[in-house]
């Protein structure tokens, strides 16, 4: 996780909470009395009965706003908590940064008294729907695959969930891998591609090719006239999901 002392300086100005996918996610929580939230990063998504956060990045830590959630600086491998800690537990978008994935799941289970809530993507779909990486940058889908984990071994290591497909919206104020699918521009932003695990970690120089392609596909209009369905749609679905397991 030393990546996100790096990586997690920008999260505060690009990775803004979404509401829509805040309110799915709170959803998926249920009526539970208090959450703990590991590989918590800024806070993202927390909601108010958020017991406690688990963070192993200084960084990140640093970034959380006033009168959020108590911190600990902690890895997912090793939760300082008791067994069911809390009603339930959730993992956003973090478990593909686990050194020891099934050691990080147990422990979720274990601290878990009734759900485990996970948002993570299926990389399946992720490179066959999402223009970027398809058209342009296939170096990072290549190292995605690297560390993507796949769903069902997910279900397996939790015993048991089920998914909820989260869609995308257009304006997503949440600067993830496909935020920005109908806004390209945003993707030739240094800023805004630091925010991006699989973009900051394949690196500058092996994104620029594809980032000169979209720069000027974009200058021309050819990206408009390939991709001018993507206009007419609010949302899309490119592989993010929720697992939601209960014990």
């Known amino acids: 996780m030393a990546?996100?002392?790096t990586l997690g300086a920008t999260y505060g100005r690009t990775r803004q909470p979404d509401p829509r996918i805040a309110a799915q996610i709170h959803a998926a929580l249920g009526n539970a009395a208090d959450v703990v939230n590991v590989g918590a990063g800024t806070g993202s998504y927390e909601p108010p009965h958020t017991a406690l956060a688990v963070e192993p990045s200084t960084i990140m830590l640093a970034q959380r706003p006033p009168r959020s959630a108590p911190a600990v600086r902690a890895a997912a491998e090793q939760l300082p908590l008791c067994?069911?800690?809390?009603?339930a537990v959730m993992a956003l978008l973090t478990v593909h940064h686990w050194s020891d994935l099934a050691a990080g799941i147990a422990e979720l289970r274990r601290v878990a008294r009734h759900r485990i809530v996970i948002l993570t993507w299926d990389q399946r779909i992720f490179r066959e729907q999402f223009w970027l990486v398809r058209e342009y940058l296939p170096e990072a889908?290549?190292?995605?695959?690297?560390?993507?984990?796949?769903?069902?071994?997910l279900v397996?290591?939790?015993?048991g969930?089920?998914?909820?497909?989260?869609h995308v919206p257009h304006d997503c104020t949440d600067g993830f891998g496909a935020a920005y699918w109908r806004r390209p521009h945003a993707y030739l932003d240094p800023q805004v591609r630091a925010g991006i695990s699989m973009l900051a970690q394949t690196g500058e120089d092996?994104?620029?090719?594809g980032l000169a392609r979209l720069a000027d596909d974009l200058a021309t209009g050819r990206w408009h006239h390939r991709h001018a369905d993507l206009a007419a749609l609010d949302t899309v679905d490119?592989?993010?999901?929720?697992?939601?397991?209960?014990s």
């Not at 397996?156 to 015993?159: D, N, Q, S």
């Not at 092996?206 to 090719?209: D, G, H, I, N, S």
């Not at 490119?238 to 209960?246: A, C, E, F, K, N």
């Open 3 to 5: 990546i996100y002392d």
């Open 83 to 87: 067994d069911n800690a809390a009603d």
């Open 141 to 153: 889908a290549a190292f995605d695959d690297s560390r993507a984990i796949p769903i069902d071994r």
């Open 156 to 159: 397996t290591l939790l015993g």
């Open 161 to 166: 969930a089920h998914q909820e497909p989260v």
């Open 206 to 209: 092996v994104l620029a090719p």
């Open 238 to 246: 490119v592989g993010y999901r929720l697992l939601v397991s209960d």
